[in-house]
């Protein structure tokens, strides 16, 4: 499919990347084993899903400006998890129900064709809050059967079919196949601005009936963005990114809360919604994804978090943000834990001594108090009951947080050139941010810890061959 917007776009997003690729390379931040977007800006990873022999990972993209602007749908595509193709973006803002940002959504694969379910953003023009009034928030689906570019782009539902009670702010669909049928959750914001969930069903893939609702019996913030549900190991379990949780304590340190609930019972029917447990302890982790890939669960995340008001200096070279690595997550008890997919030891070249340490993977067995030192920006230190991280000057407005644990045993620390993925006791908790060290500053000092240190290498990472003739 293709209309003159659709046409236009392509062209100028093809010849932005063009313009931008040697400001980019220059960034001494650009990381080695992350996906990032080639220039501009990057938030949600969306659509990520396995189709034949392809991993295919989504994320909002605006591709114009670093600091965001209307969102499309960049594309990597993988055989392995360590080569990847950069492909043209695979949804442009260019439909009247779409036009100001393809937001976040999902993929559902059928017969080797990609069924990708996102919300279209559309803001009237006029004196609206765009909460309550003055916005569209749109069900659409893109369909492709060659993984590359959509056949065809429709709109599924629009504000109107939403239940009644709700503001304007429905969406960031995920689908499923369950039992026969298919099913997708919803992020909404109620009226009396609670955060929910909303379930429907289709047989078709294009019909949809709301059939439940998903909430916590008190109110849990006002919004609930980019939601997952899925079942792990016989537990169901609720993913979400809620806005308005209030700190308390050492819970809810980030302006915005991520993590998820367990659900007992039938999310179609009767169900209730166990404790909130917060998936990352970190400064930058945000609207993660999860999906399955045989029979492994795997998720990424945005290494992100909106409105921080952090000050990343990659702006300077014309991109900002990244996704996490691939996670495989686990379930133990009522409890997710995550942790690097094996494919990432492909990447170990050689042993590192602790002082020329800069990209690398950490592994320590840790004693019952320790510390360690990183590039000399950033400081993770544990004590019976605690971990802080601490980030110096190179947090760039991050500054401290603490992750409650009751013994730190073991610790795996991801270091890419400006990002740390900080693993302990085997993926029990995870503290994720982006850092920004003085760029030749190297070395790990360490205390009460026995590491083995890798230095990590690159993905390789191919621009697509057709991209500039199809454009
Ligand atoms: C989460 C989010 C989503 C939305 C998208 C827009 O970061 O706000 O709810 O679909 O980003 O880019």
């Known amino acids: 499919m ?41 938030n949600d990873p969306n659509g990520l899903c396995r189709c034949g022999e392809w991993y295919h990972v989504f994320y909002q993209y605006a591709p114009f400006d670093p600091l965001g602007g209307v969102k499309h749908w960049g594309h990597y595509r993988s055989r ?30 059928e017969d080797d064709t990609l069924y990708l379910y996102y919300t279209g953003n559309v803001k009237h023009e006029g004196d609206f809050d765009y909460i309550t009034a003055g916005r569209g928030h749109n069900t659409a689906l893109a369909v492709s059967r060659d993984g590359v570019r959509p056949d065809s782009k429709e709109l599924l539902m629009d504000n109107a079919a939403y239940p009644p009670g709700l503001t304007c702010h429905v969406r960031d669909p995920k689908v499923w196949a369950q039992d026969g049928g298919y099913l997708m959750v919803q992020g909404a914001r109620t009226l009396d601005d609670r955060g929910e969930l909303l379930l ?21 913030g006002y919004m609930w963005e980019c939601p997952d549900l899925f079942e792990l190991a016989g537990q169901w379990f609720l ?66 978090m909106p409105d921080a008001g952090y000050t990343d200096p990659t702006v300077l070279y014309g991109w900002q943000h990244c996704l996490t690595v691939p996670r495989v997550v686990r ?50 230190a544990w004590q019976p009951g605690s971990l802080t991280l601490t980030l110096g000057t190179g947090g760039a407005g991050r500054t401290v947080r603490r992750a409650p644990v009751d013994t730190v045993r073991s610790l795996r620390v991801l270091a890419d050139a400006s990002s740390l993925e900080i693993f302990l006791n085997e993926g029990e908790q995870v503290l994720t941010t982006r850092y920004y060290p003085d760029p030749d500053a190297r070395g790990v000092q360490m205390t009460g810890c026995e590491a083995t240190i890798w230095s990590m290498g690159r993905l390789a990472v191919e621009r697509y061959s057709r991209q500039e003739g199809m454009i």
């Open 80 to 109: 392995d998890l360590l080569h990847w193709e950069q492909l043209p973006p695979m949804l442009y803002p260019d439909q009247p129900w779409d036009l100001h940002g393809v937001y976040s959504g999902s993929a559902l694969v």
């Open 200 to 220: 429907f069903r289709s047989d078709d893939k294009r019909h949809w009936r709301h059939i439940n609702t998903l909430t916590t019996p008190e109110p849990f």
């Open 239 to 304: 993913l979400c990114s809620p806005q308005g949780v209030p700190r308390r304590g050492d819970r809810f340190q980030n302006v915005y809360a991520c993590g998820y609930f367990p659900l007992y019972g039938d999310p179609c029917g009767a169900y209730t919604l166990g404790t909130f447990t917060e998936l990352d302890q970190g400064f930058d982790l945000y609207a993660p994804q999860t999906f399955l890939d045989g029979d492994r669960r795997l998720m990424l995340g945005w290494m992100g």
């Open 331 to 380: 379930r133990l008890g009522e409890r997710l834990l995550s942790w690097p997919v094996p494919e990432l030891d492909a990447l170990h070249l050689a042993p590192v001594a602790p002082a020329q340490a800069y990209c690398f993977d950490l592994l320590a067995q840790t004693a019952m108090q320790g510390s360690l030192t990183i590039r000399g920006c950033a400081t993770i």
């Open 2 to 42: 293709s209309n003159a917007l659709h046409n236009d776009l392509a062209r100028l997003v093809g010849r932005i990347e063009r313009a931008g690729r040697e400001q980019v390379a220059a960034d001494p931040y650009r990381q080695q084993f992350h996906l990032m977007p080639p220039v501009g800006w990057l």
